[in-house]
């Protein structure tokens, strides 16, 4: 409901055509901020993207995995593509 179904299939295809396993709304269906200021209607998208951070990072020791540049480099890429469009600007905005 935060985003419109266009935004979200660009979204979702560009992680999982990196090789991510993407679920939409789930384990999370999006917090305060997506809920709060997402109105597709009036062309304000907003989507909260979720990461399991043991894709890049050690959870017991608290330290980045060997292969945290490269894991790095795949985000880079996927949100290249993400805003990557037909010549329109796109504003972004991320915390």
């Known amino acids: 409901a935060t985003a419109g179904r ?3 299939e660009r979204i979702e295809a560009a ?5 991510l396993r993407v679920g939409r709304n ?7 901020v997506a809920q709060a200021y997402g109105r597709p209607s009036r062309g304000v998208h907003v989507v909260q993207v ?3 951070r043991a894709l890049y990072m050690d ?7 060997a292969g945290f540049a490269a894991f790095r480099d795949l985000l880079g ?3 290249a593509e993400i805003v990557a469009g037909e010549g ?7 915390e």
């Open 6 to 8: 266009e935004v979200m």
């Open 15 to 19: 992680f999982a055509g990196a090789g």
């Open 26 to 32: 789930a384990p999370f269906a999006g917090a305060y």
């Open 50 to 52: 979720e990461i399991d």
């Open 59 to 65: 959870e017991v020791r608290v330290e980045p995995l």
């Open 77 to 79: 890429g996927v949100v």
């Open 88 to 94: 329109e600007a796109r504003r972004l905005a991320a």
